[in-house]
């Protein structure tokens, strides 16, 4: 399996640092590029382009360490903070304007009422993404 | 501005990417997946699954920050609930409203939605148009204190009109010659002196709600 | 009850003529039951503004229609909130 770049979008859980290092370790060669990216979601009560300040905070503290973690690997590391009214849609456009091979993320709390259920953002980009899926469960 | 639509029907998608193009914030709400799907494919982000005459709907929407409401559903009596709830309770400043006949015009008018849009006429007043059935047609009411119509006229080719000036016929009062189009091209200069020719499509105002003395002129 | 007072109508509660059909103008109190929100109240609506039937009822399932058709002076019935109420009042007497 060859991944030359791989988008890993992140939100602050703990399994985030394992599925970085797991696309670090997918990734083929030192020129292969890592793309991650913390997403805000804006309600539609507010303008897309409102400022957050403590949420960019929080997503910029979460890129850095998540960035520190990748450079051991020696790949391009991107990182970026972006706002959108709907995560899975804005990881499936990232995707395909990046052009990326893979997109690895994790499952959130898939547990609902006591049954597995596949939560919303992972559905849809499972759907509608046009790259392979790499997903991680703790 | 802040636009948020109520149905991704044909109407509501069309509505949708002419205000996208012209840099609107859009937001469309509809409960049929199939359709806000290929909305989705079509705009983007910009779909909210949902019942729009919830107020959670309507909320998620946006609705609060919303300068126009549009329900262009196919359903007139939830059209008419989701522009009520968005005009009392999210205070959106205009609301409009689709309708498929006459029926529920002079209600909804009543109960303060901004613009109630009758798409049967509409669309009926342009193919009354392109096939000229009518020689006269209304384009236009224009609401003022003294109640006008906007008309267009299309001169016939066996009108005893051709070949004289709008000057030379007598015309009620209170009846003004805007333009004359003319294969396509608009004349609008001295147009009481043009002559008239078939196929001409005459546009004028007129204060004569009985449009039966200039059909009688005009054949 | 006499079967005989009750009459059925098969129409539209939403169209004019329908409702022109049952004699609306003579009519004391007219309640609409369906079970669409939006149908009751165009329905209601219309019996009280175009019609003037001064005592509608309207039965809705949804509490912010409730607050809303309220204030335009349509008397609610919101039955989700007596289905719940009758709910928690035989779960207490158990």
New interface residues.
């Given amino acids: 399996m060859d991944f030359s770049s791989i988008l890993v979008p992140v939100s602050g859980s703990s399994s985030d640092k394992h599925v970085v290092e797991l696309a670090c370790k997918l990734l083929n060669s030192s020129d292969s590029h890592l793309f991650i990216l913390y997403i805000i979601e804006i ?6 382009d409102a400022t957050l300040t403590p949420e960019v905070a929080r997503g910029d503290n979460i890129l850095k360490s998540m960035e520190t973690l990748a450079e051991k690997y020696n790949h391009q590391v991107t990182a970026e903070l972006l706002q ?3 995560v899975g ?2 990881i499936v ?1 990232e995707a395909n304007r990046k052009k990326v091979d893979g997109i690895a993320m994790t499952i959130p709390d898939s547990t609902k009422f006591g049954r597995f259920e596949l939560e919303k953002t992972v559905t849809y980009v499972l759907k509608n993404a046009g790259c392979k899926i790499v997903l991680w469960n703790d | 501005m ?1 636009i948020v639509i109520f149905g991704a029907t044909t109407l509501g998608r069309s509505i949708a990417e002419w205000l996208l193009n012209d840099w609107h ?1 859009v ?1 469309i709400i509809d409960n049929d997946a199939l359709r806000l799907k290929g909305t ?1 494919d079509q705009f ?3 779909i ?1 699954e949902g019942d729009a005459t919830h107020q959670a709907t309507l ?4 609705t ?2 919303a300068d126009v409401f549009i329900a262009a559903s196919d359903s007139e009596s939830e059209n008419m609930t989701s522009c009520q709830m968005a005009k009392e309770l999210f205070n959106v400043k205009r609301t409009m409203c689709v309708v498929y006949s006459d029926e529920n015009i002079s209600l909804f008018q009543l109960l303060n939605i901004d613009s109630v849009i009758n798409a049967t006429a509409a669309s009926l007043r342009f193919i009354k148009e392109n096939l000229s059935a009518d020689l006269i047609i209304s384009l236009m009411d224009i609401p003022s204190s003294t109640p006008a119509n906007l008309i267009s006229i299309r001169i016939h080719q066996d009108s005893e009109t051709i070949g004289k000036t709008l000057s030379d016929l007598n015309f009620p009062n209170g009846f003004s010659i805007k333009m004359i189009i003319r294969s396509g091209t608009v004349i609008e200069n001295s147009v009481d002196k043009t002559m008239l020719r078939a196929n001409d499509q005459v546009v004028a105002i007129t204060d004569s709600i009985n449009l039966d003395e200039l059909k009688e002129l005009f054949q | 009850m006499h079967s005989d007072l009750i009459v059925g109508f098969l129409g539209d509660a939403t169209l004019s003529d329908d409702l022109k059909e049952i004699e609306i103008l003579d009519t004391d109190l007219f309640i609409a039951t369906t079970n669409s929100d939006s149908i009751n109240a165009l329905a209601v609506q219309k019996a009280k503004l175009l019609f003037g039937v001064d005592n509608v009822i309207c039965l809705i399932s949804d509490v912010s229609k409730q607050k809303l058709y309220e204030r335009l002076g349509v008397k609610i019935v919101n039955y989700s909130e007596i289905i719940i109420e009758s709910l928690i009042h035989s779960s207490l007497e158990n």
């Fill in positions: 309600n539609r009560s507010l303008p897309i959108a009214r709907e849609y804005a456009q | 802040n914030e937001s989705e983007g982000s910009i909210i909320s998620l929407a946006g609060s920050r």
